[in-house]
């Protein structure tokens, strides 16, 4: 059984950091991209960084370049947010997801597996 165990949120002031983790288990981690989501109240879901496990490659998202940071362990499975200068608009439930790494891609556009959410709150 795949699972993905997302943790690391918590309440931080504007300027703080953050750092999450997300734990893979029943799945061959080499093989896979792992992602981080994020939803807020009332919006969309927005995709915030992605990297590929099998090539080390990575993507964050424009609007938290330079704040944002991902990495991954791969002898232990997980995968790692630091978030750096962090705003109220950061404020988020985070989630991390699974999908299969493609050729063509860093990141793929279909994500298998997801894990439970962790709250991020940045207080103003």
């Known amino acids: 059984e795949v699972q993905l165990q997302a943790s690391g949120g918590g309440l931080v002031q504007t300027g703080g950091s953050l750092r999450l983790s997300c734990a893979a288990s029943?799945?061959?981690?080499?093989?896979?991209?792992i992602a981080w989501f994020r939803q807020a109240p009332g919006k969309e879901r927005e995709g915030v960084s992605c990297?590929?496990?099998?090539?080390?490659?990575?993507y964050v998202a424009d609007s938290m370049k330079g704040r944002f940071t991902i990495s991954s362990d791969n002898a232990k499975n997980t995968v790692y947010l630091q978030m750096n200068s962090l705003k109220p608009e950061d404020t988020a439930v985070y989630h991390c997801?699974?999908?299969?790494?493609?050729?063509?891609?860093?990141?793929?556009?279909?994500?298998?597996?997801w894990g439970q959410g962790t709250q991020v709150t940045v207080s103003s």
């Open positions: 997801a699974a999908g299969p790494v493609i050729p063509t891609a860093l990141c793929p556009g279909k994500w298998d597996y």
């Open positions: 990297i590929n496990n099998h090539d080390g490659r990575s």
């Open positions: 029943g799945l061959t981690f080499d093989d896979y991209a």
